[in-house]
């Protein structure tokens, strides 16, 4: 919470009001609302004992007012709540100080600014002291006198939330995202949160696909990326290519992952990304065990052979590619291509392969151009690369290609 009580901006609101600055309570009072004659003189007592820091004396005579004879105005109520709020404010007790600025709050002698700051930091304090219950109150009060800044509404979502009132808080926070042209960090985070405790996961994946598209950290992919990482995933091209996202935002960490990887690929014919994988892990010290160095390190050698071998046929391939009657062979030739970081051919063969047509996974060719197109820094074309992956009837594809078009938005 932002927000602190500010007492200098509420006592430069109870100023405005022309008998609490060193106005005389007495029958030369100017024009407007004016004490009643039974209590203007114990009110100027008190006013002179504050004054004076005489703290005690001042709410003595405060009390001799509320016990004066008759009926008191509202105007006689209100004087008599300020006044108070300033003597236990100064005294520090705001147990007593709050009740009663509250009350002040309500009274028709206090002008519309001054409601919303007396609400709006009344609320803050019965949050601060954990009365949840009043500090929704007050703060529904606050927003019905017109307050509706962003700290009086995160105030209310987490007030919400800490009363167990989870749906109610993520519905605060969603108009809280809504309002923010670029929604903040913390923002997001509590949005995530107060969906995930309310069982709204399609609700948790939206805010947690905000904060991969805002703020990119590898924490944030590792969230959105779950879903896809505890999937059973039966189609090999389909899990190298979450690999792939998992290497590019940063959260391929475990050694099964990079060994994985590494061995998919290179069962594909990527031997060239089988060796950048490698490298990677080794680089990074990713394989503990002195038998998974041994075990990798040959699979590292003889991936190097056969990329030098596979590089040297490339142009070959090339031919036979565009000789074919399906484009799968150029989509696969362009995925070499791309695994040896020749984006340019890439984009091009894949491009081809694409326009040929009679594809066995269209799916997997756009998004491996939109890939290419992406370390090409061709963002825009392969956002609508990946877009159209989103769209597709596989869910796996579909939750790829909308993570991959995030990446490339954020980028």
Not at 45 to 58: P, T, V
Not at 135 to 153: I, M
Not at 337 to 349: F, P
Not at 370 to 385: M, V
């Amino acid at each position: 919470m932002r927000n602190r009580l500010n007492f200098v901006a509420l006592f430069a609101s109870i100023c405005t009001s022309a008998w609490l600055c060193g106005a005389a309570i007495a029958a030369e009072q100017p024009a407007g609302p004016q004490v009643s004659k039974t209590v203007a003189k114990p009110l100027k007592a008190a006013q002179d004992a504050l004054a004076a820091k005489k703290l005690d004396e001042a709410l003595a005579h405060v009390r001799e007012a509320q016990g004066a004879a008759g009926e008191k105005t509202a105007y006689d109520n209100f004087v008599m709540n300020i006044m108070l709020f300033q003597i236990y404010q100064q005294k520090q007790d705001m147990g007593d100080a709050i009740p009663v600025l509250q009350q002040a709050a309500q009274s028709q002698y206090a002008s519309p600014e001054q409601q919303k700051l007396w609400l709006k930091n009344i609320a803050l304090y019965y949050f601060q002291q954990k009365d949840y219950a009043k500090a929704l109150d007050v703060a529904d009060q606050a927003v019905k006198h017109g307050v509706n800044d962003l700290d009086t509404l995160g105030l209310i979502a987490k007030a919400q939330y800490l009363s167990g009132k989870y749906k109610e808080a993520a519905t605060t926070q969603q108009d809280i995202v809504a309002k923010q042209d670029k929604p903040d960090e913390e923002s997001l985070k509590l949005l995530w949160q107060f969906d995930l405790k309310a069982n709204d996961d399609a609700g948790a994946a939206k805010a947690v696909e905000k904060l991969v598209t805002y703020y990119p950290k590898p924490e944030y992919w590792a969230n959105a990326l779950a879903p896809l990482v505890r999937m059973d995933i039966k189609d090999a091209h389909l899990q190298l290519n979450v690999y792939r996202l998992m290497n590019d935002v940063g959260v391929l960490k475990l050694p099964s992952d990079y060994a994985e990887m590494a061995e998919i690929a290179l069962d594909a014919g990527y031997p060239g990304e089988t060796q950048s994988i490698l490298q990677q892990a080794f680089a990074k010290n990713v394989f503990v065990e002195q038998r998974d160095k041994d075990r990798y390190q040959h699979l590292l050698d003889g991936a190097k052979q056969r990329a030098a071998s596979d590089q040297a046929q490339l142009t070959n391939v090339e031919h036979t590619a565009e000789a074919a009657p399906s484009g799968d062979p150029l989509v696969q030739l362009g995925a070499a291509y791309l695994s040896y970081g020749q984006n340019d051919k890439a984009v091009a063969a894949i491009t081809k392969g694409i326009g040929k047509g009679a594809l066995k996974s269209p799916d997997e060719a756009n998004l491996l151009l939109g890939i290419a197109q992406l370390r090409q820094k061709n963002n825009a074309a392969a956002q609508q690369a990946f877009d159209k992956v989103a769209a597709s009837s596989n869910n796996g594809y579909a939750r790829l290609g909308k993570l991959w078009a995030l990446r490339a938005h954020s980028v």
